[in-house]
């Protein structure tokens, strides 16, 4: 902790320091505020201007703040530390906070394994170390310096990941992690595009390790970089040259863990690895060399490797029992994760009563008082109604908890017993747990019952999608984002609480009860109905949606009813057919429309729009310019006759992109925001899927040559062979044209054809070349060009692929 006075000459800094403060937080997202009077807020610039985010903070109570530039607006009472650059600020201050101790610090870089390692290395060290790493994958120009900040006297290990995209940006992250230890974990094509060669990106990595007194990396791996390797100790290992440290000379596998065995210091040495996969089996092994590396028996470090468990980064939203809404966190606890676990669940606004079933937290490196007050406080911060703690240690301080509904258990078991008596309904639920808690049995036993096909929507990615797109975006351009038809098929308010918390700053849906479904789930957005029906106008009114208007009769009922009920300025949507011909007023009526609006004061004109035919398609760019001027022609009549100005837009997707000046004030995204945008070229693509569609095996059979398979007897092996049955169907969405060899599946990883039609719940696949069992997992679709390829396979678009998954297909929502 530091005085707001020491932290201004740390960071040398101007400005008056109005009030004293202790400095114990650092805040760069104002949506996520804790402990508001400790707190510094860093105006940084991203995307948006930091500095256009200072009310929200000040509202929240924080009262003192690192910018460039002092608000022109009075905050009483606050600090305000003017510096020449934000970032450098922040990164000064952790790093100053580092040189405050002495423990010993690892520091991870490379392009793969870098946050497995981390976490692995966690699990293998906390025994006898008081251990502090990054959050997750917090390995930024940001995440670094907030990782570092977490340092306290209690902590005898740092171990800290870094990442990178481009040259220059090591040397910051070294300053703040000074690693003494130094792990390269391998390098591949991850962030080349930064890097003009592949060396330039080797060589920024390597800064990482200027200081450190040792380096552990793969010798295969770095081979033409020896001169550049300037630790004094190295560490190697191979598992094909001889002349390593470690040389892993044998693999095996065994009761299904990998058994490895290697020469080390002239002596055989062995270890076992409970995961089959390629990359688990190279992370552990740099496990393995860093603790030998560390001088730990290699005995001892062959017991722990052995339990090595997967690390889960993922929390996963899903449906639960009586109509709750289930955060599964079941894998890991710490007070960070359960920050942003806690900004999750708060990002998700569809039920009012939130829940936390916690348990103890381990490895804090706080004594008990201190970690149980930073937890109550951060259970107060976020609002939560119902706690129920699950262990000795948070029973032991439950006075602690200020809230009204509490309960505690004293282990996973007792809590199981009681679940009934809780009687969960309508509540969001975060489960959250030290992985030892077992917490996984308490949210099956909470979560519906998943058919086991199921669709999973990436968040991570789909906010990627986003930021690519506005990326894109001229200066002040707005976003709408188009969320009808269930978000393209995935998800309503799961998605729209998403969007909202990322601050897009409309959102679209095609009908008045999708809106309201939204404003059910705690949707604030404005939001545009594309088709409102006048029987459903009291209800759209009701719920502040606002309507498209398209034509007189619509238009005339619109006002009818706004007359009626007393509507004042009620913001509406004027759509232009400027040659879709799909809905809109035509060139010829836009002076009767504005003789019309003239008078009217009823509505106001929120924006005027128009929609492009073909915004994708080379072919038909001379029309999508006419279409243009079309739209052009219709505003600046309106303008002019309404005397004030409204929000334009004409692009959807594939417009933003290859249509920048069609961008006007505000454009409609839609399909991309689900990472399928046909109009971007593939090396300008950063777009992720966001989708996977999966089934599961529920009988294979051996197929003799010439036996039919299916309704009508349609498929046939041409060889003896075996079929799966999984458990999709047309009713699924899996419509019957994939059926008969036209569709494939992904098992295993391979793509396997359908046989035979396809039935109504359920089809058959050709697996004669895999190997397969039943319950095991086939995928559908799992990217971008598996849904493109699927379309083409019927002579359809990657929209009517989307959209037509059931709804009784479960969507299962992750975010890392
Ligand atoms: C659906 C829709 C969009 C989005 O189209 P994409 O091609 O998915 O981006 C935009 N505008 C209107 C009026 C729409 O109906």
Known sequence: MYSIKEVKQIINAHGPIIREATVSVLITDSRRIINPAEALFFALSGRRDGHDFIPEAYNAGVRSFVVEREPAERYSGSNFLVVENVLAALQTLAAYHRG?????????????????????????LAADKNI?????????????????????????????????????????????????????????????????????KVLEKLKLFKHSEILIYNYDQFIDYKKDILTPKKFTWSQKFKEVDLYVFSETIIAKKFYLRAKYKGQEIECLIPFLDQASIENAIVCWATMLAMGYDPVEVDNRLEHLTAVSMRLELKTGINDCTIIDDSYNSDIQS??????????????????????????????????????????KNHKIDKLIGVGEGISAHQEYFDILKKHFYPDTQSLLKQLDSLEFSGETILIKGSRTFEFERISKALSQKAHETLMEINL?????????????????????????????????????????YARVDYLAVAYI???????????TLPIMVLNPEASAFDKMVAHDLEPELFSFNQLDEFVKFAYQNNLSDYPVHLKIDTGMHRLGFEG??????????????????????????ASGSPEHDAFTLTQMKRFEKAYLQIEEALGYKFIRHISNTSAIIRWPMAQYDMVRLGIGLYGIDAAVPDHLNGLQSIATLKTSVSQVKKIPAGETIGYERLGKLNKDGKIATVRIGYADGYLRAFGNGVGKMLVKGTWVPTVGNIA??????????????????????????????MAKQIGTIPYEILTNISQRVKRVYFYE
Request: net charge negative; charged share 25%; with cysteine.
């Open 100 to 124: 405050e101790f002495d423990l010993q610090v690892i520091g991870i870089t490379g392009s793969n394994g870098k946050t497995i390692i981390k976490e692995w290395l966690y699990q293998l």
């Open 338 to 379: 359960l920050e942003i676990a806690l900004n999750f669940l708060n990002q998700q606004n569809q039920h009012q009563t939130k829940t936390l079933i916690l348990s103890d937290i381990f490895q804090s490196g706080l004594q008990q008082n201190e970690l149980y007050k930073r937890v109550a406080a951060l259970v």
């Open 460 to 500: 991570n990615a789909m906010i990627d999608n986003l930021n690519f797109y506005r990326s894109k975006l001229l200066p002040g351009v707005k976003v709408m984002v188009m969320v009808k038809a269930f978000s393209y098929g995935s998800g309503t308010f799961e998605i729209a609480n998403v969007l909202q």
């Open 588 to 613: 010829f009526e836009i002076e009767t429309l504005c003789d019309f609006l003239e008078e009217i004061k009823y509505i106001k004109v929120k924006s005027v729009f128009s929609h492009l035919a």
């Open 513 to 523: 009860d999708e809106g309201v479904a939204l404003r059910d789930s705690g949707i």
């Open 760 to 789: 109504m719940d359920m089809c058959m696949i050709d697996v004669s070349d895999v190997d397969i069992k039943e319950g095991d997992d086939v995928i559908v679709f799992n990217d971008r060009q598996a849904i493109e390829a």
């Open 132 to 200: 502090v790493r990054n959050p997750k994958s917090y390995n930024s120009q940001v995440g670094v310096p907030l990782s570092v900040w977490q340092i306290n006297k209690e902590h005898d290990l740092g171990i800290f990941e870094a990442g990178i995209s481009t040259v220059n940006e090591m040397d910051a992250l070294e300053k703040m992690i000074e690693p003494q230890i130094g792990i390269f974990t391998h390098i591949g094509s991850a962030h080349d595009e930064g890097f003009a060669s592949r060396r330039e």
